[in-house]
C-alpha cells in the first residue's frame, strides 16, 4: 500500500517561475526526506526534515514539514532548466522508507 | 569516491536464469537496503539488513535471496528470473534507524527476455 501521495504528478514550466510540490498522508512519519533523481540515475538526498513545522532551506528550495508530521511541501523559486528531474518525498518510520508517487518537472529555458 | 555503488549496472538475461547484483558502500553506514522501482518509477523496499541481520523482508518471493557478508556489502541473487522481474533495483544505506535519510546507488535496470 503506498502511503504517501504526491501532487501534480506533472509540472511542465518556464524558467523564472515558482512552484510547489506536495507530499501527503495519513500516517505520522519520524522524519521525512525530499529526494531528486535524474534518468538513469539513483535518488540523491536533498533534505531531512524531524520536528513538525520544521522549515528548511537549500538555496532556491524551501522545504516545510507539516505541524503534524504527516505531510510536506516543497517550493523552488525563480526554477531553472537545472531543477529539471523527478522529485520523490519519503517518510521514514520503523527501519523503512515509504516513497511517494514522484512529480516529474520540466523547467524550459 | 562512490559511496553506494553496485554492479552490473545492466543486465538483460532470458527467463529462468538466476542472476546476483552486488553492492557495496563506503559511508560507514550500519544499515543497507534493497529497493525495486517500477515502470512508473514507484520505488518499494524490498530489504532492509542491519549489520549483516536481516530486519525487513517485505513479501519478496522466495526467489530473491539477499546476502550480506558484512556490514559493507549486500548482494541480491535472484533464482529463475520472471518476465514481471524485469525493473531497475535500487541499493542504498543509512546510518542506524535512517532516519537522516538514505544514499542510494546508480541502480541495476534488469531485463529479463
Known amino acids: 500500500t503506498q502511503l504517501l501521495e504526491q501532487s501534480p504528478q506533472f509540472l511542465s514550466i518556464q524558467e523564472g517561475e515558482n512552484l510547489t510540490v506536495y507530499c501527503n498522508s495519513s500516517s505520522v512519519f519520524s522524519s521525512l526526506q525530499w529526494y531528486r533523481q535524474e534518468p538513469g540515475e539513483g535518488p540523491v538526498l536533498l533534505v531531512t526534515v524531524v520536528t513538525g513545522g520544521e522549515v528548511k532551506k537549500l538555496k532556491r528550495l524551501t522545504f516545510q514539514f507539516g505541524d503534524a508530521r504527516k505531510d510536506s511541501s516543497l517550493h523552488i523559486t525563480a526554477a531553472q532548466p537545472g531543477d529539471t528531474g523527478l522529485y520523490l518525498c519519503?517518510?521514514?518510520?520503523?527501519?523503512?522508507?515509504?516513497f511517494g508517487s514522484g512529480t516529474k518537472l520540466n523547467v524550459k529555458p | 569516491d562512490t559511496a553506494v555503488s553496485q554492479t552490473p549496472k545492466y543486465l538483460v538475461t532470458q527467463m529462468g536464469n538466476d542472476k546476483s547484483i552486488k553492492c557495496e558502500q563506503n559511508l560507514g553506514h550500519d544499515t543497507m537496503y534493497w529497493y525495486k522501482q517500477d515502470s512508473k518509477k514507484f520505488l518499494k523496499i524490498m530489504f532492509s539488513y542491519n549489520n549483516k541481520e536481516l530486519i525487513i523482508n517485505e513479501t519478496v518471493p522466495n526467489r530473491f535471496s539477499p546476502k550480506s557478508p558484512d556490514k559493507a556489502h549486500l548482494n541480491l541473487h535472484i533464482n529463475s528470473l520472471e518476465l514481471g522481474d524485469s525493473a531497475v533495483y535500487f541499493c542504498a544505506s543509512s546510518q542506524v534507524q535512517g532516519s537522516r535519510g538514505a544514499f542510494f546507488g546508480q541502480g541495476t535496470r534488469l531485463t529479463v527476455v
Open positions: 519519503a517518510g521514514h518510520n520503523f527501519n523503512k522508507f515509504y
